[in-house]
């Protein structure tokens, strides 16, 4: 069975920076693709990134291209969201999340079968 486990949340001033890591433990082949979610209070949960087991598949929401960048150490079973400039809209409960396999839309939380349980990244103004 797959447990995953985040970490490196806090709270950062905006403009600041953030790691979150993914720790998998158990049948860590079962994470073919991981993807980083986050959920604002009052609102759905969004895909932020996500990153394919050969590293060729990466995908970012638009809303964070250019400031976010996921990756993945398989051989250490992490995976990582560094989270640059960081703005007060970013603040949420983050989570990770693995599939088996292809996903057709990386972005939809039904694509995922397993979850964290999420750290909270709070960014101030």
């Known amino acids: 069975q797959l447990q995953l486990v985040e970490s490196g949340g806090g709270l950062v001033q905006t403009g600041g920076s953030l790691r979150l890591s993914c720790a998998a433990s158990?049948?860590?082949?079962?994470?073919?693709?991981t993807g980083w979610f986050r959920q604002a209070p009052g609102k759905e949960r969004e895909g932020v990134a996500c990153i394919s087991s050969s590293h060729d598949n990466i995908n970012y929401a638009e809303f964070v291209k250019g400031r976010f960048t996921i990756s993945r150490d398989n051989a250490k079973n992490m995976v990582y969201l560094q989270m640059n400039s960081l703005k007060p809209e970013d603040t949420a409960v983050y989570y990770c999340?693995?599939?088996?396999?292809?996903?057709?839309?990386?972005?939809?939380?039904?694509?995922?079968?397993?979850w964290g349980q999420g750290a909270h990244v709070t960014v101030s103004s």
């Open positions: 158990g049948f860590t082949a079962f994470a073919h693709v």
């Open positions: 999340a693995a599939a088996p396999g292809y996903v057709k839309s990386w972005y939809r939380t039904d694509e995922y079968v397993v």
